[in-house]
């Protein structure tokens, strides 16, 4: 076991102002505003015998088939297995 690597990242997810949200069934229109970014993160720890990558999205839900395609695209960019 070699020594520990560790990477991080973060992108601003947050959708423009008008977009429909879900968990809002309330409302009658798109958001009015932004109070706080959504952020997606990773985090990668390498030890030189096993890669981890943990992703963490401010979001309610993704759909299975995205989650599916993101997955496949990580394994042929990064050679980590889902």
Same mark, same amino acid.
């Given at each position: 076991?070699?020594?520990?690597? $560790?990477?991080?990242?973060?992108?601003?997810?947050?959708?423009?102002?008008?977009?429909?949200? $879900?968990?809002? $069934?309330?409302?009658?229109?798109?958001? #009015?505003?932004?109070? *706080?970014?959504?952020?997606?993160? $990773?985090?990668?720890? *390498?030890?030189? *015998?096993?890669?981890?990558?943990?992703?963490?999205? *401010?979001?309610?839900?993704?759909?299975?088939?995205?989650?599916?395609?993101?997955?496949?695209?990580?394994?042929? #960019?990064?050679?980590?297995?889902?």
């Amino acid at each position: 076991m070699g020594q520990l690597q $560790a990477g991080i990242a973060t992108v601003d997810i947050t959708p423009p102002v008008g977009t429909w949200l $879900a968990g809002f $069934a309330g409302r009658h229109k798109g958001s #009015e505003g932004i109070h *706080d970014p959504l952020r997606a993160r $990773a985090l990668v720890l *390498d030890d030189g *015998d096993t890669r981890l990558l943990i992703i963490t999205c *401010d979001i309610l839900s993704l759909a299975y088939p995205f989650i599916d395609d993101l997955k496949a695209r990580i394994e042929a #960019e990064s050679g980590l297995p889902p």
